[in-house]
């Protein structure tokens, strides 16, 4: 039987207690608080296109801002749900899409009311948030190739469903288009799909922070083996997180048809992409465990601020695409540095 001598004890605990350098202790900040990375860029690109350009700090602009990140932003609360249990989900855009489809086609085509569409693409997105979670939990299947998969399963069915017409916005009544309702605060003006995307997060933020059920997709994300042996049902947090996200991405369907007047298969082609850099360069970690719905709300601000910003400079769009590209790189280089200080703290 090996024993452990005082001394041994003793190193051991001085180990522990050793103080920690300013590289150190920046590295735990980080790691405790991942939000704190996003936020420093934005402050820094705000000044600097602040001081470049006076009318980007106008209250109009920062409105455009917030009115543009709408659709993203309210996405990206779907997206970052999935990455924290260390999966992807490439078919959140496409599921929006389809969703609002169904509820366009419902409302525009068939003739029921704005409420009985809206439930039914609260059903559909759900069902199809769960399909991808059954896919990921019980059948295995890597998040990332049953995502891809689905995700053209998706695009198709709102392309068999519209012949690739647009359902426009007078068909589609007061209660699909409500989101894009305008009011004022102050020189700020708002629109209702901007308050729900804030109430998106909220409302989920204080769900990861405060229930048993937030935890639990932490704990998985984080390692799901050590989660499921403290007695976890991963099968089923999985599950769970997938069908919520199907429930978000409906919410953000709804927004999508307010910000366009319009039901169309052709709108936010990228917005998969961006979803998952709002999530990245808001400091969730890929692998999982990691992150918070402020730090991705900073993220989807950022890219929104960086591509404004850069357009009010008169910059090239390509070359604004290359800085959100460079922008993307650094933020996983700084994920993986601060993981490597998480695992030796």
């Given amino acids: 039987m090996t024993t452990i001598s005082n001394t041994e004890l003793s190193a051991a605990e001085a180990f ?7 590289l150190q202790r920046v590295h735990r900040m ?15 690109a705000m000044l600097a296109f602040g001081l470049a350009n006076d009318r980007f700090l106008s209250p109009g602009n920062i409105s455009l801002i917030l009115l543009q990140v709408a659709v993203v ?74 995502t891809l998969g ?25 209660f699909l288009l409500w989101t894009a309702a305008a009011f004022s605060v102050g020189p700020f003006n708002f629109t209702v799909g901007v308050i729900l995307m ?7 933020g ?22 499921r042996l403290s007695g976890i049902n991963t099968r089923r947090v999985l599950m769970s997180v997938y069908a919520v996200a199907g429930f978000l ?41 990691r992150g918070t719905l402020l730090g991705t709300f900073l993220g989807a601000i950022t890219v929104a601020v960086f591509r404004n910003g850069l357009s009010l400079a008169r910059v090239d769009v390509l070359y604004q695409t290359l800085a959100i590209g460079i922008l993307i790189l650094v933020a996983v280089a700084l994920d993986q540095w601060i993981r490597r200080a998480g695992v030796k703290g």
Avoid: C
């Fill in 30 to 44: 980080l790691h405790l608080h991942p939000e704190i990375s996003p936020l420093i860029v934005l402050l820094v």
């Fill in 206 to 227: 204080f769900v990861l922070r405060q229930t048993g059920w937030g935890r639990h997709l932490y704990a998985v994300g984080s390692d799901p083996l050590a989660a």
């Fill in 73 to 146: 932003g309210s996405l990206s609360v779907a997206q970052t749900l999935v990455i924290l249990t260390a999966g992807i989900d490439l078919s959140v855009g496409a599921l929006m899409i389809l969703v609002s489809m169904v509820m366009g086609s419902l409302v525009g085509l068939a003739g029921l009311p704005g409420p009985i569409a809206f439930a039914i693409g609260i059903l559909v997105g759900v069902l199809a948030g769960l399909l991808n979670g059954v896919l990921v939990s019980v059948l295995r299947l890597p998040p990332f190739i049953t």
């Fill in 249 to 289: 991405v409906t919410l953000s369907a709804w927004i999508l048809i307010g910000r366009n007047n319009a039901a169309t298969t052709s709108a936010a082609v990228d917005v998969n992409l961006d979803s998952i850099t709002a999530v990245v360069i808001g400091g969730t970690s890929l692998f999982g465990g």
């Fill in 16 to 22: 522990k207690t050793r103080p920690l350098t300013p």
């Fill in 150 to 174: 689905t995700l053209s399963i998706f695009m198709a069915l709102a392309l068999l469903m519209s012949n690739g017409v647009a359902i426009q916005g007078e068909k589609l009544g007061g």
């Fill in 198 to 204: 804030l109430l998106m997060y909220l409302g989920m």
